[in-house]
């Protein structure tokens, strides 16, 4: 089945540290999302982009839309121990009329006090 | 609001049981989604139901069937479990339109 490539797969970082991960795809997509999924939980929602070029943020989150339209990327400032997790892309295709998302595999990311 | 509720948490079944896995959102959301999570994958939508009335097939739906209860349920059946099928699945809905989908807790299934 299709997915996004998702980088890196997985990131060991020192806390204090940014952060950066990205989503990349042969199609074009019309809206990204990206989640975390803390272990044994659903994943929930950070932040959702609907236009290329479009920078959105949530607190210390930031995330793009590609100009492209086939790629989107997540930072995260001044990463904290309760940013462990595994964060996905997911990202709908365009003429995509009921809304199926395609998601990525997901970067694991582990914050070292 | 609980949002997207799944019950059971956590299930074991023998090769060739069945089973049903609820969800249900009070977000009065149009569609909702079924997928499954294995290690070092992505989500898989298994079935969807763009509205009330309507299901379609996603992208791994065999040996699954999916019930549109009303607009707040939608339930997924394992007619005869296989050790395959041992998955973490993941309950989602998403109002009409291209916007967020919000998850539920999960279900983890063991099939042996």
């Known amino acids: 089945g299709q997915q996004l490539n998702q980088s890196p797969q997985s990131m060991f970082i020192q806390e204090g540290e940014d952060v950066s991960m990205n989503c990349t795809s042969s199609?074009?997509?019309?809206?990204w999302l990206w989640y975390k999924q803390d272990p044994g939980e659903g994943p929930v929602l950070l932040i959702a982009?609907?236009?290329?070029?479009e920078l959105t943020s949530n607190g210390r989150l930031t995330a793009q839309f590609g100009i492209t339209r086939k790629d989107s990327f997540l930072n995260i400032s001044a990463s904290i121990p309760s940013d462990v997790g595994i964060y996905f892309c997911?990202?709908?295709?365009?003429?995509?009329?009921?809304?199926?998302?395609?998601f990525g595999t997901g970067t694991r990311l582990k914050v070292l006090a | 609001n609980a949002g997207v509720t799944q019950t059971p948490k956590f299930q074991v079944l023998k090769t060739g049981q069945s089973m049903t896995l609820q969800c249900a959102q009070d977000?009065?959301?149009?569609?909702m989604y079924w997928y499954r999570q294995d290690p070092g994958m992505g989500l898989r939508l298994i079935y969807y139901s763009a509205s009330e009335g309507t299901t379609d097939k996603g992208e791994v739906p065999n040996g699954y069937n999916v019930s549109r209860l009303n607009k707040r349920e939608f339930s997924l059946r394992l007619e005869s479990a296989a050790p395959s099928q041992t998955s973490v699945y993941f309950c989602a809905s998403k109002a009409g339109g291209p916007y967020e989908q919000y998850f539920g807790p999960g279900t983890r299934l063991t099939v042996t």
């Open positions: 977000m009065n959301h149009n569609s």
């Open positions: 982009l609907y236009k290329a070029g």
């Open positions: 997911a990202g709908q295709l365009t003429g995509s009329g009921t809304y199926k998302y395609i």
């Open positions: 199609s074009i997509f019309n809206t």
